[in-house]
T-cell receptor, first 115, second 116 residues
Framework: AQKVTQAQTEISVVEKEDVTLDCVYE???????LFWYKQPPSGELVFLIR????DEQNEISGRYSWNFQKSTSSFNFTITASQVVDSAVYFC????????????WGAGTKLIIKP | DAMVIQNPRYQVTQFGKPVTLSCSQT?????MYWYQQKSSQAPKLLFH???????NEADTPDNFQSRRPNTSFCFLDIRSPGLGDAAMYLC???????????????FGDGTRLSIL
């Protein structure tokens, strides 16, 4: 069965600290896709990154970086020099694998950045 | 800007009174999704359209229906809302092809539904 685990329910850090959000997944598919979405208090879900299973290169986008490791089935997300605007719920998601375009969602991690 | 627009932003209805939520998109994406999200939970897929083909999730209650009259619009109808249907309803779109590559989903701002 496919599963996404975000073990950190809530993380609170002080502004400018670095913070890593963990995502561990389970799948038997050889081809799969992983996503991160951000949901600020206003409610809309914002796409951050999509990664396919054949691309293990880490990615950096400004203060955001992602570490994909197939060996540990993890796709962790790091925010460097966090800012108050980063406060949100972050979801990790996995393609369901039946070509029906459904996602398996993690429970989300609520990130609180204190000024 | 191309986007996904949901109306209204907030909707209040009475217990048992039918309600319709709407979603429109200017992205020209072929797949449209409806999600239900309750407080502190992940979004839960209710159904989606791949072009005109409707795909219902097995655990979506019969109380929930959807219509997609054209590429740009999709509606969520709740025939007899119960108190348990109070939630945020999110519409999303993606551009998919037969290759099954799982393109990113683009979400609207959501409609928060309250039941009196």
């Amino acid at each position: 069965a496919q599963k996404v685990t975000q073990a950190q329910t809530e993380i609170s850090v002080v502004e400018k600290e670095d913070v890593t959000l963990d995502c561990v997944y389970e799948t038997r598919d050889t081809t799969y896709y992983l996503f991160w979405y951000k949901q600020p208090p206003s409610g809309e879900l914002v796409f951050l990154i999509r990664r396919n299973s054949f691309d293990e290169q880490n990615e950096i986008s400004g203060r955001y970086s992602w570490n994909f490791q197939k060996s540990t089935s993890s796709f962790n997300f790091t925010i460097t020099a966090s800012q108050v605007v980063d406060s949100a719920v972050y979801f990790c998601a996995l393609s369901k694998g039946d070509s029906n375009y459904q996602l398996i969602w993690g429970a989300g991690t609520k990130l609180i950045i204190k000024p | 800007d191309a986007m996904v627009i949901q109306n209204p932003r907030y909707q209040v209805t009475q217990f048992g009174k039918p309600v319709t939520l709407s979603c429109s998109q200017t992205l020209n994406h072929n797949v449209m999704y409806w999600y239900q999200q309750k407080s502190s939970q992940a979004p839960k897929l209710l159904f989606h359209y791949y072009d005109k083909d409707f795909n219902n999730e097995a655990d979506t209650p019969d109380n929930f229906q959807s219509r997609r009259p054209n590429t740009s619009f999709c509606f969520l109808d709740i025939r007899s809302p119960g108190l348990g249907d109070a939630a945020m309803y999110l519409c999303a779109t993606s551009r998919e092809n037969a290759g099954g590559a799982y393109q990113p989903q683009h979400f609207g701002d959501g409609t928060r539904l309250s039941i009196l």
